[in-house]
C-alpha cells in the first residue's frame, strides 16, 4: 500500500458571529477526493475564527460556549487581574469593537484540527460536528486549508 496526499481548499461564508456546521463539507470533499482512510488537517486561514468539534444535537451547548466567551473576552477593555482591578483598553482597535476580542479568542481555541478518515469519512463520535467558529459580528468569507494523507481508491 502506497499513501498519497491531497490539499485543497473550502470557501465558507459565515453569518456573522456564531457557528456554521462544515462536517459534512469536509465528508464531501473526502469522498470527492476518493480517500479511503488516512488522516485529514483542517486549518482555518484565519485570525478572528477558529475550529472546534462540539455538540452538534442541542444548540444550547453553542449558545452557552458564545455567552461564555463573550463573558470572559469583553469589548473595548477589560480588569487586569492583579488586587488593583485596573481597566485595561485594547490597543488594536482600529477594525472594530469585535476585532481584538475575536484575536483572543482565536488564540484561546485553535484554528487546526486533526481527525482520523475510515471508509470514506472523518471518525466523529456520535454527538459531534466540526465547527467554524466566527468571532466577529458582520458576515465574512473564511478559507479553510484541507491536506489529507492516506490510502486512496484507485
Not at 22 to 34: D, M, V
Not at 93 to 101: A, N, R, T, V, W
Not at 135 to 142: A, E, I, L, M, V
Request: glycine share 6%; with cysteine; aromatic share 10%.
Amino acid at each position: 500500500m502506497f499513501l498519497k496526499q491531497k490539499q485543497g481548499n473550502l470557501e465558507i461564508i459565515t453569518r456573522g458571529e456564531g457557528f456554521t456546521n462544515i462536517t459534512s463539507l469536509i465528508n464531501s470533499w473526502i469522498l470527492e477526493q476518493q480517500i479511503l482512510e488516512g488522516v485529514i488537517f483542517i486549518t482555518a486561514l484565519h485570525t478572528s475564527c477558529s475550529l472546534t468539534i462540539n455538540e452538534n444535537a442541542d444548540k444550547r451547548v453553542l449558545d452557552d460556549l458564545t455567552n461564555y466567551f463573550n463573558a470572559i473576552v469583553p469589548e473595548k477593555e477589560f480588569y487586569g487581574l492583579t488586587n488593583n482591578n485596573n481597566k485595561i483598553q485594547y490597543k488594536h482597535s482600529e477594525e472594530g469593537l469585535d476585532d481584538m476580542p475575536a484575536h483572543i479568542k482565536t488564540a484561546l481555541t485553535t484554528t487546526t484540527l486533526s481527525l482520523s478518515i475510515k471508509n470514506r469519512k472523518l471518525v466523529l463520535g456520535t454527538w459531534q460536528a466540526i465547527y467554524l467558529w466566527e468571532h466577529r459580528y458582520s458576515k465574512n468569507s473564511r478559507r479553510l486549508n484541507l491536506h489529507a494523507l492516506g490510502e486512496f481508491i484507485y
